[in-house]
């Protein structure tokens, strides 16, 4: 059996991903004690978005992150569909740096879909959770995005099976209220939306034998 961390560590493409995913898990984990820390690597900045639309996106995550309990956030401000652009170095180290600060025992990063920084990111990410020291990261799972991981194409892309599932049963309503100070970036559209996000809980509670649950893929567990 795996027992809870003292400390989980999120990784986010951008702000938002880390509610859509596993908002759920992270208020459940932070309301049984355990200290959650998200690092959000891009945003919405120049070229392709203005200034003021990434201090709208950043005041959205403090609330949001507030409300499911989160501990520590950083930005690193990366600038949108950028990421691939930077020096690969640039991001390892920078993502390595906060999971070394942070100390976690779990870590829960993007599923490689169909948006460029959401792969670059789940690359970096990988890199910096290696077992190649003794405070690396003993559990690792990659978390599903509305709108992004289920556009992959079966069969030619990696496809999203999961196989690990978190209950959110008693923290969905939480995870509502985050989505919904995210005004910006949730829509009535249906992918991306309160109903969708309620609805994929909903099944993958159902394949797990609860009322709403969160899905994951395992990247490693070590017991």
Not at 17 to 35: K, Y
Not at 162 to 171: A, E, K, L, T, W
Request: charged share 20%.
């Amino acid at each position: 059996m795996i027992g809870m961390p003292k400390h989980l560590t999120v990784i986010a493409p951008h702000p938002d991903d880390e509610t859509l995913g596993a908002g759920g898990t992270i208020a459940r984990f932070a309301a049984e004690g355990v200290e959650v820390s998200v690092l959000i690597v891009s945003g919405h900045l120049p070229p392709l978005y203005k200034p003021e639309a990434f201090e709208t996106t950043r005041r959205e995550a403090g609330e949001a992150l507030n409300i499911l309990g989160v501990h520590r956030v950083e930005f690193m401000e990366v600038p949108a569909t950028y990421v691939h652009q930077r020096p690969i170095a640039e991001i390892n180290g920078a993502i390595n740096k906060f999971v070394r600060a942070t100390n976690p025992e779990w870590v829960l990063l993007p599923f490689p879909d169909r948006h460029i920084d959401h792969r670059t990111i789940f690359d970096a990410s990988v890199v910096a959770c290696r077992p190649v020291h003794a405070a690396a990261p003993s559990v690792v799972l990659a978390y599903e995005t509305l709108s992004e991981t289920h556009w992959n194409v079966g069969g030619i892309e990696p496809a999203f099976i999961p196989d690990f599932y978190v209950d959110i049963s008693q923290y969905l309503d939480r995870k509502q209220a985050a989505l919904n100070a995210y005004a910006s970036q949730v829509h009535e559209a249906p992918s991306r939306s309160i109903e969708a996000c309620t609805a994929l809980a909903k099944f993958r509670g159902s394949q797990n034998g609860c009322d709403h649950a969160e899905a994951f893929k395992v990247v490693r567990i070590v017991v």
